[in-house]
């Protein structure tokens, strides 16, 4: 993303550029006069400077710039007495025509769409009246070519908007979707809490009411009910520790298959080679753990499309890889404490983590001799 959008800057900004260059050296030909090359210079730099500073806000997204319609107005009315003022002094002021386009560009870039259309053939008209259509005997260098000219400008810097504009939504449904799964994930372990606790909760409030009253009118019914209640407390427990640890040592085939939607859930294609049931019960819990660190990892830590896992058992020594492409180098996972803490738990068994952090892809991969 950080790439893409400093491509797409230089790119729109670069139209600019060649702006202000090509009038610049226009004007070098002295042509305007004393007193009309300076003022010709102003428009240039107010122009250039508006168009950087609009299409640098059309980077949030196409149509979120704001109605500024009189500071539109005033910038375009610039342009077109730059390009009268030109007109005035050559036959077909074809470089000038440039300015007005600028200013139709960055425009449309900001309003919403149902505008745009008309704000370029508009803008466009207006640009050729006042580059002396009327009085040229040209018509082709008046007319058809300004028209070109302009169209040409305004559809390039757009063009590059508008594939900023279609990265940033996607990304944005990316973000939207990996949030969404994370939710789901963790609404599917509060509905099983619920489940568990709910009933148990319930019965001990019920007697523990229940007791209460019995207190100095039945005490030997009191003492059973709040036996009970103590049961039931103890086996409440017993049940929310059986919820969390099946939670935390799910089989790796449990574990693959919740990383596969969550992954692909966020929009990235994930694959599985090798059989989960191969790994020795034992080393299931550790290399689901593995797994769900892993995924983790590639939702926190990279902009990745793909994600391959390999699972494989040779000779006795089990091996877990999850390998991701976009990798963001100035987010690293390699150094988190969820990795150190799995390295300790391999380390335990006589296995061990290795992390392999490339330019293009970064690899996690467990292994343990059974």
């Given at each position: 993303m950080r790439s893409l959008r400093r491509w797409t800057w230089w790119?729109?900004?670069?139209?600019?550029?060649?702006?202000?260059?090509?009038?610049t050296l226009d004007l070098s030909t002295g042509r305007y006069g004393p007193l009309g090359t300076p003022l010709l210079a102003v428009a240039v730099v107010l122009v250039s400077v508006?168009?950087?500073?609009?299409?640098?806000?059309?980077?949030?997204?196409?149509?979120?710039?704001?109605?500024?319609?009189?500071?539109?107005?005033a910038t375009f009315a610039v342009a077109l007495a730059a390009l009268a003022f030109a007109g005035h002094h050559t036959p077909v002021p074809m470089a000038w025509y440039l300015l007005p386009a600028a200013v139709i560009a960055h425009v449309v870039a900001n309003r919403p769409p149902g505008s745009r259309l008309v704000v370029v053939?508009?803008?466009?008209?207006?640009?050729?009246?006042?580059?002396?259509?009327?009085?040229?005997?040209?018509?082709?260098?008046?007319?058809?070519?300004?028209?070109?000219?302009?169209?040409?400008?305004?559809?390039?810097?757009?063009?590059?908007l508008w594939f900023w504009d279609a990265v940033l939504k996607l990304d944005?449904?990316?973000?939207?979707?990996?949030?969404?799964?994370?939710?789901?994930?963790?609404?599917?372990?509060a509905a099983d809490l619920h489940d568990v606790q709910g009933h148990h909760l319930q019965a001990i409030a019920l007697k523990g009411e229940l007791t209460a009253r019995l207190i100095g009118r039945d005490d030997d019914a009191a003492r059973r009910h709040a036996e009970e209640v103590a049961e039931l407390a103890r086996t409440a427990l017993k049940e929310t520790r059986d919820v969390v640890l099946g939670y935390r040592r799910a089989s790796l085939g449990t574990e693959i298959t919740n990383a596969v939607g969550l992954l692909r859930a966020a929009g990235i294609e994930t694959s599985v080679s090798g059989d989960a049931a191969?790994?020795?019960?034992?080393?299931?819990?550790?290399?689901?753990?593995?797994?769900?660190?892993?995924?983790?990892?590639v939702l926190r830590h990279s902009r990745a499309r793909r994600c391959d896992v390999d699972i494989r058992v040779v000779d006795?020594?089990?091996?877990?890889?999850?390998?991701?492409?976009?990798?963001?180098?100035?987010?690293?996972?390699?150094?988190?404490?969820?990795?150190?803490?799995?390295?300790?738990?391999?380390?335990?068994?006589?296995?061990?983590?290795e992390v392999d952090a490339g330019a293009a892809d970064f690899a996690l991969e467990g292994s343990v001799r059974s």
């Open positions: 790119s729109v900004t670069g139209a600019g550029a060649m702006v202000a260059v090509v009038t508006q168009h950087a500073r609009y299409l640098w806000q059309a980077m949030g997204g196409l149509g979120r710039g704001g109605l500024r319609t009189a500071e539109h107005l053939v508009g803008g466009t008209a207006v640009a050729v009246l006042a580059g002396g259509v009327l009085r040229s005997p040209d018509l082709v260098g008046s007319l058809v070519m300004p028209v070109v000219l302009v169209a040409m400008f305004v559809v390039a810097d757009l063009a590059q944005r449904g990316r973000q939207t979707s990996e949030a969404l799964a994370v939710a789901e994930e963790r609404l599917r372990f191969d790994v020795p019960p034992p080393l299931q819990p550790l290399f689901g753990a593995l797994v769900r660190e892993g995924t983790t990892n006795g020594r089990v091996s877990v890889r999850l390998r991701n492409d976009g990798v963001r180098p100035d987010d690293e996972a390699g150094d988190g404490s969820g990795l150190a803490g799995l390295r300790e738990r391999f380390a335990t068994v006589g296995g061990r983590v």
